[in-house]
């Protein structure tokens, strides 16, 4: 049987490519992003959705989640890949890690970024922020198999406790 990758979801400016990063060369494992393969592929993302639409994104996104999924490791997901149906499904033979964010936190995260939800047109970033997580938050959760959030503390902690929680499972690692 082929090992599950450990999969990293969560909302914009929850951490995931950072930790998704030290948590694979802790393990030893390659690091995949998705966002990462898009625009390697594609071009900037804020270009795909003001050229193509949305839409279009998402499927190049379902089809770089998939090349993550296949190649294992640590397998950084952007915030809203668990959208699509067949992602969700896929998802179900891996390891997810849902990252969490406090609100009040997210705002120097986000600020002055490239994220096409919340571009320029939005007044205020930080409610558009609140309210797609909102909107998201169920599904995140049903879909992980453990949280952790990155509000506080060193970021350290947060991959130490990934790698202990992934390290204690059962089946073996990619």
């Known amino acids: 049987m082929t090992a599950r990758a450990i999969v990293l979801i969560g909302p914009m400016g929850a951490g995931k490519t950072s930790v998704g990063k030290r948590a694979a060369k802790a393990l030893g494992i390659p690091?995949?992003?998705s966002d990462a393969a898009v625009v390697r592929a594609h071009g900037p993302i804020a270009e795909i959705f003001t050229t193509h639409g949305e839409e279009h994104f998402r499927a190049l996104e379902r089809d770089a989640v998939a090349a993550?999924?296949?190649?294992?490791?640590?397998?950084?997901?952007?915030?809203?890949?668990?959208?699509d149906p067949q992602t969700q499904q896929q998802l179900a033979g891996h390891r997810v890690v849902l990252l969490t964010v406090d609100p009040a936190i997210v705002a120097?995260?986000?600020?002055g970024a490239a994220r096409p939800l919340l571009n320029d047109d939005v007044d205020d970033p930080v409610a558009r922020w609140n309210a797609v997580y909102d909107a998201r938050r169920e599904?995140?959760?049903?879909?992980?198999d453990v949280t952790f959030d990155t509000s506080?503390?060193?970021l350290q902690g947060i991959v130490d406790a990934i790698v202990d929680w992934a390290?204690?499972?059962?089946?073996?690692?990619?």
């Open 68 to 83: 993550g999924l296949a190649q294992g490791g640590v397998v950084a997901l952007g915030g809203g890949a668990v959208l």
């Open 167 to 174: 390290r204690n499972e059962q089946e073996p690692l990619p």
């Open 31 to 33: 690091f995949y992003d």
């Open 139 to 144: 599904l995140y959760t049903r879909l992980a």
């Open 108 to 111: 120097g995260r986000i600020r």
């Open 152 to 154: 506080t503390g060193p």
